[in-house]
């Protein structure tokens, strides 16, 4: 585990607002705890899935919609290297961690 000093610790500016998401609540809960040395969240650690698979997970579905099928299998290649695979539900798509093998 990597400690995390007090001056390094980020968090976006929305976390700052009158009602944080509680991603922002877990994210500054857990960069405290790293500064005490403790891993206060090992079995959270895969619940939320990154801001940024989720936009490419929604890229991914809009190409679904328009049938840019090339463009769909890319995301989902690039999702998958960053360690989710899509699971497509009729509520829409659904990021997983991939399996450990």
Known sequence: MQ???ARDMELPA?????YPTIRCILDGLQQASSVLGLD???STRDLFVAPELTELAQR??????TKNWKEADRLRQEILTRGYVVEDTPQGPRLLP????
Do not use: D, G, I, V
């Open 3 to 5: 400690r995390t000093e």
């Open 14 to 18: 929305n976390c700052f607002s009158r």
């Open 40 to 42: 206060l969240f090992p």
């Open 60 to 65: 991914r579905e809009q190409a679904r919609q």
């Open 98 to 101: 991939k399996a450990s093998s």
